[in-house]
Protein backbone atom coordinates (compact mmCIF):
# COMPACT_ATOMS: atom_id res chain seq x y z
CA UNK A 1 0.00 0.00 0.00
CA UNK A 2 1.37 3.10 -1.23
CA UNK A 3 0.79 5.85 2.21
CA UNK A 4 0.96 9.59 2.53
CA UNK A 5 3.04 10.62 4.98
CA UNK A 6 3.08 14.11 6.80
CA UNK A 7 5.11 15.49 8.85
CA UNK A 8 3.93 17.89 12.02
CA UNK A 9 7.46 20.05 13.14
CA UNK A 10 7.97 22.80 15.07
CA UNK A 11 9.56 24.42 18.18
CA UNK A 12 9.13 23.08 21.46
CA UNK A 13 5.82 23.46 23.31
CA UNK A 14 3.42 24.18 20.06
CA UNK A 15 0.97 21.43 20.24
CA UNK A 16 2.56 18.28 18.17
CA UNK A 17 1.50 16.01 20.10
CA UNK A 18 -1.93 17.49 20.58
CA UNK A 19 -2.73 18.03 17.39
CA UNK A 20 -1.31 14.32 16.84
CA UNK A 21 -4.12 13.32 19.58
CA UNK A 22 -6.70 15.95 17.75
CA UNK A 23 -6.02 14.20 13.97
CA UNK A 24 -6.37 10.41 15.29
CA UNK A 25 -9.73 11.04 16.87
CA UNK A 26 -11.03 13.15 14.00
CA UNK A 27 -9.80 10.68 11.68
CA UNK A 28 -9.26 7.53 13.43
CA UNK A 29 -7.96 4.70 11.23
CA UNK A 30 -7.52 6.54 8.56
CA UNK A 31 -4.31 7.66 10.14
CA UNK A 32 -1.39 5.91 11.88
CA UNK A 33 0.58 7.76 14.04
CA UNK A 34 4.70 7.88 14.38
CA UNK A 35 5.33 9.12 17.54
CA UNK A 36 8.51 11.90 18.47
CA UNK A 37 11.78 9.68 19.09
CA UNK A 38 13.28 12.45 20.97
CA UNK A 39 10.77 12.08 23.65
CA UNK A 40 10.98 8.10 23.77
CA UNK A 41 15.09 8.36 23.65
CA UNK A 42 15.12 11.39 26.45
CA UNK A 43 12.12 9.51 28.38
CA UNK A 44 14.19 6.41 28.43
CA UNK A 45 17.10 7.47 30.07
CA UNK A 46 19.69 9.26 27.24
CA UNK A 47 21.52 11.50 29.35
CA UNK A 48 20.46 14.64 28.73
CA UNK A 49 22.11 16.90 31.26
CA UNK A 50 25.56 17.13 29.36
CA UNK A 51 25.62 19.51 26.44
CA UNK A 52 29.35 18.17 25.12
CA UNK A 53 29.52 18.12 21.62
CA UNK A 54 29.48 14.56 21.79
CA UNK A 55 25.61 13.82 23.77
CA UNK A 56 24.40 16.31 21.10
CA UNK A 57 25.99 14.35 18.22
CA UNK A 58 25.15 11.23 19.64
CA UNK A 59 21.19 12.29 20.71
CA UNK A 60 20.86 13.63 16.72
CA UNK A 61 22.45 10.46 15.22
CA UNK A 62 19.75 8.29 17.32
CA UNK A 63 16.99 10.98 17.14
CA UNK A 64 17.30 10.88 13.36
CA UNK A 65 17.84 7.04 12.96
CA UNK A 66 14.97 5.93 15.18
CA UNK A 67 12.58 8.58 13.60
CA UNK A 68 13.21 7.37 9.89
CA UNK A 69 13.22 3.21 11.56
CA UNK A 70 9.68 4.35 12.92
CA UNK A 71 8.71 6.09 9.64
CA UNK A 72 9.43 2.72 8.01
CA UNK A 73 7.77 0.28 9.85
CA UNK A 74 4.48 2.63 10.39
CA UNK A 75 4.97 2.19 6.36
CA UNK A 76 5.55 -1.36 6.05
CA UNK A 77 2.89 -2.18 8.70
CA UNK A 78 -0.05 0.00 8.45
CA UNK A 79 -3.76 0.04 6.46
CA UNK A 80 -3.60 3.92 7.65
CA UNK A 81 -3.58 6.01 3.92
CA UNK A 82 -1.73 8.42 6.04
CA UNK A 83 1.32 8.41 8.28
CA UNK A 84 1.46 11.18 10.54
CA UNK A 85 4.28 11.81 12.39
CA UNK A 86 5.48 13.73 15.46
CA UNK A 87 8.54 15.85 13.79
CA UNK A 88 10.21 14.22 10.72
CA UNK A 89 14.19 13.68 10.03
CA UNK A 90 14.71 17.02 8.78
CA UNK A 91 14.15 18.54 12.79
CA UNK A 92 17.77 16.76 13.99
CA UNK A 93 19.65 18.62 12.02
CA UNK A 94 18.81 22.18 13.52
CA UNK A 95 20.44 20.55 16.64
CA UNK A 96 23.54 19.32 15.09
CA UNK A 97 26.86 21.72 16.10
CA UNK A 98 28.29 22.35 12.88
CA UNK A 99 24.66 23.36 11.15
CA UNK A 100 22.59 21.44 9.30
CA UNK A 101 24.50 20.78 5.65
CA UNK A 102 27.56 19.31 8.17
CA UNK A 103 24.42 17.09 9.83
CA UNK A 104 23.44 16.03 6.62
CA UNK A 105 26.68 14.85 5.26
CA UNK A 106 27.32 13.22 8.39
CA UNK A 107 24.30 10.78 7.73
CA UNK A 108 24.66 10.19 4.25
CA UNK A 109 21.72 12.33 3.25
CA UNK A 110 20.56 15.74 2.15
CA UNK A 111 17.90 17.95 2.74
CA UNK A 112 16.45 17.82 -0.44
CA UNK A 113 16.33 14.15 -0.05
CA UNK A 114 14.65 14.32 3.54
CA UNK A 115 12.10 16.81 2.28
CA UNK A 116 11.20 14.55 -0.43
CA UNK A 117 10.46 12.03 2.72
CA UNK A 118 6.86 13.83 3.67
CA UNK A 119 3.77 14.60 1.00
CA UNK A 120 3.51 17.40 3.35
CA UNK A 121 4.20 19.26 6.29
CA UNK A 122 2.45 21.03 9.33
CA UNK A 123 4.70 23.48 10.77
CA UNK A 124 3.05 24.58 14.32
CA UNK A 125 4.87 27.69 16.39
CA UNK A 126 5.24 27.74 20.22
CA UNK A 127 2.95 29.76 22.17
CA UNK A 128 3.38 33.65 22.17
CA UNK A 129 2.44 34.40 25.82
CA UNK A 130 4.57 32.75 28.54
CA UNK A 131 2.26 32.00 30.91
CA UNK A 132 1.55 29.20 28.54
CA UNK A 133 5.05 27.78 27.78
CA UNK A 134 5.50 24.75 29.83
CA UNK A 135 9.11 23.05 30.81
CA UNK A 136 9.25 19.41 31.60
CA UNK A 137 12.09 16.76 32.69
CA UNK A 138 12.09 16.26 28.62
CA UNK A 139 11.77 19.77 27.45
CA UNK A 140 13.92 21.68 29.17
CA UNK A 141 14.25 25.43 26.81
CA UNK A 142 13.58 28.51 27.86
CA UNK A 143 10.47 29.77 25.84
CA UNK A 144 13.33 32.43 24.04
CA UNK A 145 15.27 28.86 23.13
CA UNK A 146 11.72 27.60 21.85
CA UNK A 147 11.36 30.35 19.43
CA UNK A 148 14.82 30.45 18.20
CA UNK A 149 14.37 26.32 18.07
CA UNK A 150 11.05 27.11 16.02
CA UNK A 151 12.88 29.67 13.62
CA UNK A 152 15.51 27.25 12.52
CA UNK A 153 13.28 24.73 11.71
CA UNK A 154 10.78 26.81 9.94
CA UNK A 155 13.75 27.57 8.21
CA UNK A 156 14.45 24.04 7.28
CA UNK A 157 11.33 23.36 5.67
CA UNK A 158 10.66 26.26 4.19
CA UNK A 159 11.43 24.90 0.63
CA UNK A 160 8.86 21.98 0.79
CA UNK A 161 6.28 22.57 -1.30
CA UNK A 162 3.08 22.05 0.66
CA UNK A 163 3.63 22.95 4.17
CA UNK A 164 0.81 24.41 6.22
CA UNK A 165 2.49 26.88 9.00
CA UNK A 166 0.04 27.75 12.19
CA UNK A 167 1.47 30.21 14.46
CA UNK A 168 1.36 29.85 18.40
CA UNK A 169 -1.67 30.74 19.93
CA UNK A 170 -2.61 30.73 23.91
CA UNK A 171 -5.51 28.27 23.32
CA UNK A 172 -4.47 25.23 20.49
CA UNK A 173 -7.68 24.72 20.16
CA UNK A 174 -8.38 27.93 17.68
CA UNK A 175 -5.81 26.50 15.40
CA UNK A 176 -7.55 22.72 15.43
CA UNK A 177 -10.23 23.27 12.15
CA UNK A 178 -7.14 24.25 10.52
CA UNK A 179 -5.06 21.29 11.11
CA UNK A 180 -8.04 19.15 10.60
CA UNK A 181 -8.80 20.99 7.04
CA UNK A 182 -5.19 20.60 5.67
CA UNK A 183 -5.06 16.96 7.12
CA UNK A 184 -8.42 15.89 5.43
CA UNK A 185 -7.34 17.67 1.98
CA UNK A 186 -4.03 15.33 2.40
CA UNK A 187 -6.16 12.34 2.61
CA UNK A 188 -8.43 13.11 0.25
CA UNK A 189 -6.05 14.45 -2.77
Known amino acids: MKH ?3 AITGGPN ?3 TTALSVLKETFGPQVELVREAA ?3 FSGGFPR ?4 RAH ?3 AQQIIFVATKEMEELAEQTSEAPLIVCDRGTVDASVYWPDGPDAF ?3 MGTSLEAELARYDAVLHLSPPSNPAFYQSTHVRTETLDKAFEIDRKILKMWEKHPNRL ?4 TEHFFENAEA ?3 FVEKIIKG
Open 4 to 6: KKI
Open 14 to 16: SGK
Open 39 to 41: TMI
Open 49 to 52: QDNS
Open 56 to 58: IEA
Open 104 to 106: FAH
Open 165 to 168: VVGG
Open 179 to 181: IKN
